[in-house]
């Protein structure tokens, strides 16, 4: 260490180059021993317990990235909360919100995941923080379920972002050339056997991503955007998957998961749709954990579920008559619902269905639907 730091003195002696030693420290990592005084042309360099390179905190403890983690737990608290309080009252409140938590927070919090290997708490939090901008750009409660909330805000979670940054990066490093510091690492490692967090975290999420098709050949980019591609895919099926088990994903599941199509717009109606879609609207069989009667409040016939203010209730049949809502078909009643909701519908070029359920739903409230 000595040594390469009294070369790095040479060096810039040579080049006539000033060294800013109120930057400069020196950090014990690994090791016994008492570290000696460093020094750089003729300074000692001051001893620290953490330092920050490249907007990394390293410290001195068993977990080396720990302050780093504390740093990047209070900056998820704060982006969140600052694109909540931007949200408020802004036109467009649901692709507002998406852009700056897409295109600003999530860059900033997930700054290095490509070779960081942070706390699997770090990203539960940062999930949970995903999910309370998404239920607020999109009007949701956290009657929500997750997979539905993920499928209409087309987010990815914080572990499939994961798996897309490392394994686009441990595609990097097999093209890189071996002139790269980066490069020779990975080679070093790889041929001392040694299994490093980075090592095993890969693995596993090589694993979990399956498909095993190292045919060699091809570009860079070729590679990396197919493992990235695959990591997706796995992350879709894991949301279907557990979609499935969700009875309030009933009408949701059957659908494909397309992802972000632009639909709501942050209105009072479209809170309602989305409510509605992802099987979080507020009727009162979804909402009897609340101790109250289930009987539509409107009609005085049958249950208050979701089916029942979309197909049945008498209180809105001239509602659904002159939005030319064709009659209920038995046994049909899910794709009916499905279709009257938009459920699958998302590309259609007019998109006609969207402003009618808008209309319906905000009526259905009107007069007194639902939990109040
Ligand atoms: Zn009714």
Known sequence: ???????????????????????????????????????LRGQEIEKAEVYEYLGVKMGVWEDYLQSHE???RS????????????????????????????????????????VLCMNKDLRGEMDKAQREVGLRALGGTQLTAQEGLEGEWGCSNFEVREARAKLGFEGRLRFMGTDRWAKKVYMYVGV?????????????????KGIENRTPGGTVEQWVSRERKEAEQRGLGDRIGK????????????????????????????????????????????????????ECGICGEGVEDLEHVMLKCEG?????????????????????????????????????????????????????????
């Open 316 to 372: 809105l049949k001239e509602e659904r008559q002159r939005l030319q809502w064709e009659n209920m078909v038995e046994e049909e009643e899910v794709n009916i619902v499905r279709h009257r909701l938009g459920l699958g519908r998302e590309d259609e070029k007019d998109r006609k269905w969207r402003e009618d359920a808008m209309t319906y739903l905000k009526i259905w409230k009107k007069l007194g639907g639902g939990v109040t």
């Open 70 to 72: 504390d740093k990047v």
């Open 1 to 39: 260490m000595k040594d390469l730091v009294d070369e790095t003195g040479r060096f810039g002696e040579e080049k006539d180059m000033e060294f800013s030693m109120g930057k400069t420290r020196s950090v014990k990592f690994a090791g016994e021993m008492e570290m000696i005084g460093l020094m």
């Open 243 to 294: 979609a499935q088990g969700k009875s309030s994903l009933k009408y949701y599941r059957e659908g494909e998961f397309g992802g972000w199509s632009g639909i709501y717009d942050g209105t009072f109606g479209s809170d309602l749709l989305f409510r509605a879609r992802v099987g979080a609207l507020e009727t009162r069989r979804r909402m009897r954990w609340l101790g109250g009667t289930t």
């Open 192 to 208: 001392q056997c040694r299994n490093t967090r980075w090592e095993k975290k890969v693995r596993k999420i090589g694993e979990w």
């Open 75 to 114: 900056r998820t608290k704060k982006l969140a909360g600052m694109v909540k309080a931007a949200g408020k009252g802004i036109l467009c409140r649901p692709e507002m919100m998406r852009m700056m938590w897409k295109g600003a927070a999530v860059p900033a919090i997930t700054y290095g995941q490509e």
